[in-house]
């Protein structure tokens, strides 16, 4: 890889601690005064970084004149950008001469007009899978109980008949399906629990018995409800 070849031939190095990449970003407001000094110190710095292990990128930026520059007649302010193949990899940069002798000189000979900020951060989002994550798979469709088509009632409870009745599907022998039905006679004949047109002895018809036939034409129509 071009890492490897960067760094002399040797493979690319693994982090000890089993973290990926990381990248450093420092900042360091130097006065104006120690200017020589800083960029003294930052070669000797980013020349012995890019020889230790696990570094991928040293850099030191100098800030810009823009319209929120931080930069002023005192101060310069200056940004490190750095990544390393682990956080271990950092924490072994921090040990070596060049690293401590870059610290001690920082503050020993007033360089930096204030305490440097530096902050390890993850490689960058994926911002795709952010914006676009992936589906959860949709449940499979509950199957109907009754098959389109099959005219067959839902089966019921055992011991339980569910045969359909005028008053939809219920027990069998229930108060609701077990009155039955008057039967087709003669004309003029009564519904349940009144006379027919003829009388309980089959006889002629008597007064009254055109409007008893009618009555009774009407209720065999509308059974009467029991609860």
């Known amino acids: 890889s071009a890492a490897a ?3 002399g031939g040797r493979p690319p190095p693994v982090d000890s601690a089993g973290g990926g ?8 407001h ?56 682990g956080a271990t990899f950092v924490e072994l940069h921090s040990k070596q001469p060049h690293s401590v ?9 007033g360089v930096v007009a ?6 390890l951060f993850a490689p960058p989002l994926d911002l795709e899978a952010a914006v676009h994550p992936t589906a959860p798979e949709k449940p499979a469709p509950v199957q109907a ?26 027990r069998q022998g229930s108060r609701a399906t077990s009155e039955p039905r008057p039967k ?10 009144q006379q027919g047109a003829l009388g309980a002895s089959g006889g ?7 409007e008893s036939a009618k009555n009774a034409a009407k209720n065999s129509l509308n059974p009467p409800f029991r609860p």
């Open 5 to 7: 070849m960067a760094d």
């Open 21 to 28: 990449p990381v990248h450093v970003v420092g900042v360091f």
């Open 30 to 85: 130097v006065r104006n005064a120690k200017l020589g000094i800083f960029r003294e110190l930052a070669h000797s710095l980013v020349t012995g970084a890019r020889s230790d292990d696990g570094c991928r990128k040293f850099d030191i930026h100098q800030e810009i004149t823009w319209v929120g520059c931080v930069s002023d007649s005192e101060t310069t302010c200056f940004s490190l950008v750095a990544e390393w193949a």
């Open 101 to 109: 002798a870059f610290n001690q000189r920082l503050f020993s000979e």
């Open 114 to 119: 204030q305490m440097p900020s530096l902050t």
């Open 145 to 170: 109980v009754v098959a389109h088509g099959s005219g067959k009632p839902p089966a019921g409870p055992p011991g339980k008949d569910l045969r359909p009745s005028s008053r939809g599907y219920g």
């Open 184 to 193: 087709a006679g003669r004309a003029g004949s009564a519904g349940e629990g």
């Open 204 to 210: 002629r018809r008597g007064p009254g018995s055109s």
